[in-house]
């Protein structure tokens, strides 16, 4: 059975959540795993992972939390026009080393997901697509609600002059920009089973590469190094405070 646990409250929140992030397969990594796989880098792509080093504390710059920002009022404004109760969430699934991190579920809707993309210059939701059905094929969700943005303010001419502030998104102002795609899974049968074939070969490759004595020694000296670096640096700069 599948369980939704609902990131937006704390007292539903377990240690399942951020618990052994590397070991998950996430649905943000596939348009890279399939272009290692393709280009043949999928060895340096697992290493990288094993190697992952928690840094959830360092702040984000400004300019890297407007998506964040917008996807929480993006979802306040669709949930109230299409009568939905979207809350972002998370599932796991064991078995196939699986992290669904959704930015909406209702297991009400007609469309279960909803996904949130802002985006500057030529919409492509095909960027998505992986990403999108990974969701669906791990949850057995049937639809996806997409919601796409443009950042992009254009002068009279349809240049580009300004991205929009997060202040400027009211209402009105979606109304007129978002963009709404149903994907449904039926259409994206062929996709889904490639990426299920890809995610079991990463599955096998990343179990026998963590699994070896030799290698988790070499992870444990490297991430030492890293955080020794990081120490350094620290340091460093604490000496011109």
């Not at 990131?7 to 943000?28: A, H, L, M, W």
């Not at 796989?37 to 928690?54: A, P, R, S, V």
């Not at 210059?121 to 998505?128: A, S, V, W």
Request: proline share 2%; net charge negative; hydrophobic share 30%.
């Amino acid at each position: 059975m599948i369980q939704w646990i609902y990131t937006d409250s704390p007292e539903e929140q377990n240690e399942s959540v951020t618990n052994k992030r590397n070991f998950y397969i996430g649905g943000s990594e596939l348009n890279k795993i399939f272009e290692d796989f393709y280009k043949g880098d999928i060895i340096q792509n697992i290493f990288e992972k094993l190697c992952y080093i928690d840094s959830s504390h360092t702040v984000q710059p400004d300019w890297a939390t407007f998506g964040h920002k917008a996807e929480e009022i993006i979802r306040d404004y669709v949930n109230r026009k299409f009568k939905r109760n979207y809350r972002p969430a998370v599932s796991i699934n064991e078995s196939k080393q699986s992290r669904t991190n959704v930015d909406g579920y209702d297991k009400n809707a007609e469309e279960p997901l909803w996904e949130c993309k802002t985006y500057s210059g030529k919409e492509n939701i095909d960027k998505y697509m992986k990403q999108i059905t990974y969701y669906m094929l791990r949850n057995n969700l049937k639809s996806c609600l997409l919601t796409t943005l443009s950042k992009d303010v254009l002068d009279e001419n349809g240049k580009k002059i300004r991205n929009i502030t997060i202040e400027e998104l009211n209402d009105e102002e979606l109304e007129k920009r978002l963009t709404f795609h149903v994907i449904k899974f039926e259409d994206v049968k062929v996709l889904a089973k490639q990426i299920d074939n890809i995610c079991s070969e990463y599955s096998k490759l990343y179990n026998y590469i963590a699994n070896s004595h030799l290698m988790k020694k070499y992870i444990e000296d490297y991430k030492a190094m890293i955080f020794t670096q990081n120490s350094m640096v620290e340091t460093f700069m604490d000496s011109f405070k």
